[in-house]
């Protein structure tokens, strides 16, 4: 009796194991014909073949508790679980990944998860989940990326699972930093889309960040899951990088050797200076200094300088930048007062006053910012996307710079506009007040357009071409890119040039620029 009843043991073994064999043969056969599918873009529709594929796991019959199946860019794992559930954790351990998987991944589900189900009719219940790494089963989002293209997917027997108290949470790594780029959980929500199968959507799921490179996703019911990924910024084309480099090192070097030779021969003059062509001296200055600054902010933005040296050039660049942009509002002001006062523009010490303004307001920024928090400055990453627009391949280079998004936005993009609006305003009143004199003296001829010419040469030395830094989105990026670079980086010769031409006095009198009786224009061409 007890053979009988051990032969009918193993046989029904047998034939357990055959059952199983014979459904993980079937859904591994659909699984290589959704990828089939996915790689000749074959017009059945992804949402058949998934759909098929959960039916096909949720009955499959197998032994034990958990059947797992992969292919190349498919996983599979089905858990029987019973009322008594008490949660579920899967690791990369359990979890294992395909062949081109290189970061690990891990899914949490809470006690909740069979409670519905059970408190109908107590069962076995089949847990199953799906695992892609190809994103071609689902909707491409234009703006973002799937990170990793890893979606992860989670169905129970028997009924949906929805509003859970307990959030399912989903773990994502990437072995790189994602520090540059919006990351938001997502889950994939049929019939949403009018074009395709469904649609990515934010309902029910929470993002969180533990640290750079993991995205945690807490989400209220189960689904097919992904993290989208976009850029903060708008990346810089990775072609383009040694071009932008090269014009940016050209730019720099010449404007470095016109600051330094105005500067020197500025020192080495024996005659008095006026309080304009300290000015001019003093602008120079500034532009010497981030000019040097910035062509050495990259060779010490890497390794292995340490970080300390990166900091330190990165507040004396961003003090350099602020000297300068105070410098060229300086320039619109004292423009302002040779037009508008004209017969009172003494003060007392007023160069002496613009120094302190010039160089020491930027000073107490970037000293008060390394006293509060030094981490602002620091090695800045700029993420490069390739010739294809992907900008998910982690390509970067590094300079060192202000990294936090707060006082970059203050104290650097806010400062730079509020500069160029200044000047703007301040030239386009000196075009009109130009105007109205020359109307007055009836010689609108050839006279007033070298006026008009003279002032709009201003706009150069008045640093009106950093307005361009606003223009970095869309279709300006490229043409913003190059014009920014060529502008900006030749700005010390163009004000060099600017500044010796328009110095000789285009009157016969050049001495009437010392007394105030000359005019406005006269004092125009005589210190600018």
């Known amino acids: 009796m007890d053979?009988?009843?051990?032969?009918?043991?193993?046989?029904?073994?047998?034939?357990?194991?055959?059952?199983?064999?014979?459904?993980?043969?079937?859904?591994?056969?659909?699984m290589k014909r959704m990828e089939m599918a996915a790689r000749s873009r074959s017009l059945t529709s992804f949402a058949e073949l998934i759909h098929g594929l959960e039916s096909r796991l949720l009955n499959a019959s197998f032994g034990g508790h958990n059947l797992t199946l992969r292919t190349h860019t498919i996983q599979t794992l089905a858990f029987k679980l019973g009322c008594n559930f008490t949660g579920l954790s899967l690791r990369s351990a359990a979890l294992q990944q395909v062949p081109q998987a290189q970061v690990p991944l891990a899914m949490q589900f809470p006690a909740e998860l069979t409670h519905d189900a059970c408190r109908v009719r107590p069962r076995e219940l089949t847990l199953i989940c799906i695992y892609f790494s190809d994103t071609r089963f689902f909707q491409k989002d234009i703006n973002s990326s799937v990170?990793?293209?890893?979606?992860?997917?989670?169905?129970?027997?028997?009924?949906?699972?929805?509003?859970?108290?307990?959030?399912?949470n989903i773990s994502f790594w990437h072995n790189q930093s994602l520090e540059d780029y919006t990351v938001t959980c997502v889950f994939w929500k049929e019939g949403a889309s009018k074009h395709h199968w469904g649609a990515w959507s934010t309902e029910g799921c929470s993002t969180e960040q533990p640290s750079p490179s993991q995205v945690l996703c807490r989400c209220n019911h189960l689904t097919y899951f992904a993290v989208l990924m976009q850029l903060s910024q708008a990346?810089?084309?990775?072609?383009?990088?040694?071009?932008?480099?090269?014009?940016?090192?050209?730019?720099?070097?010449?404007?470095?050797?016109?600051?330094?030779?105005?500067?020197?021969?500025?020192?080495?003059?024996?005659?008095?200076?006026?309080?304009?062509?300290?000015?001019?001296?003093?602008?120079?200055?500034?532009?010497?200094?981030?000019?040097?600054?910035?062509?050495?902010?990259?060779?010490?933005?890497?390794?292995?300088?340490?970080?300390?040296?990166?900091?330190?050039?990165?507040?004396?660049?961003?003090?350099?930048?602020?000297?300068?942009?105070?410098?060229?509002?300086?320039?619109?002001?004292?423009?302002?007062?040779?037009?508008?006062?004209?017969?009172?523009?003494?003060?007392?010490?007023?160069?002496?006053?613009?120094?302190?303004?010039?160089?020491?307001?930027?000073?107490?920024?970037?000293?008060?910012?390394?006293?509060?928090?030094?981490?602002?400055?620091?090695p800045y990453r700029i993420p490069l996307s390739d010739s294809q627009g992907n900008s998910t391949g982690f390509q970067s280079t590094s300079i060192c710079w202000v990294r936090n998004a707060w006082v970059h936005g203050v104290?650097?993009?806010?400062?730079?506009?509020?500069?160029?609006?200044?000047?703007?305003?301040?030239?386009?009143?000196?075009?009109?007040?130009?105007?109205?004199?020359?109307?007055?003296?009836?010689?609108?001829?050839?006279?007033?357009?070298?006026?008009?010419?003279?002032?709009?040469?201003?706009?150069?030395?008045?640093?009106?071409?950093?307005?361009?830094?606003?223009?970095?989105?869309?279709?300006?990026?490229?043409?913003?890119?190059?014009?920014?670079?060529?502008?900006?980086?030749?700005?010390?010769?163009?004000s060099e040039n600017y500044c010796w031409a328009s110095g000789r006095p285009h009157l016969p009198q050049p001495r009437r620029c010392l007394d105030l009786g000359g005019g406005p224009t006269l004092f125009l061409r005589c210190f600018y």
């Open 3 to 30: 053979r009988c009843r051990a032969l009918f043991l193993c046989l029904c073994l047998l034939m357990s194991q055959s059952r199983t064999e014979e459904a993980s043969q079937e859904i591994l056969r659909w």
């Open 147 to 168: 990170l990793n293209n890893y979606v992860l997917g989670a169905q129970l027997s028997h009924g949906q699972v929805s509003n859970l108290r307990e959030p399912v």
């Open 235 to 378: 990346p810089v084309p990775a072609e383009l990088l040694a071009p932008l480099t090269y014009i940016s090192l050209v730019g720099c070097s010449i404007s470095i050797v016109a600051s330094l030779l105005t500067v020197l021969l500025h020192l080495l003059a024996r005659k008095p200076s006026d309080s304009v062509t300290c000015i001019h001296v003093n602008l120079h200055a500034s532009v010497l200094l981030l000019n040097v600054a910035f062509l050495l902010s990259p060779v010490l933005a890497v390794p292995p300088v340490p970080e300390s040296a990166c900091v330190a050039l990165a507040a004396t660049l961003h003090y350099g930048l602020l000297s300068c942009f105070t410098w060229m509002a300086i320039e619109g002001f004292n423009l302002y007062l040779l037009l508008g006062r004209v017969y009172n523009i003494y003060i007392r010490r007023y160069v002496l006053k613009l120094c302190a303004l010039g160089w020491g307001v930027p000073a107490f920024l970037v000293l008060l910012l390394l006293a509060v928090k030094s981490s602002v400055y620091g």
């Open 411 to 494: 104290l650097v993009m806010g400062s730079g506009g509020l500069t160029s609006l200044f000047n703007l305003v301040v030239l386009a009143w000196a075009l009109r007040v130009l105007h109205r004199l020359r109307a007055q003296e009836k010689a609108l001829g050839p006279r007033a357009c070298w006026d008009t010419v003279t002032v709009l040469g201003l706009t150069v030395l008045l640093g009106t071409t950093w307005i361009l830094a606003f223009f970095s989105f869309g279709v300006f990026l490229l043409p913003q890119l190059f014009l920014f670079t060529t502008f900006n980086s030749l700005y010390g010769r163009a």
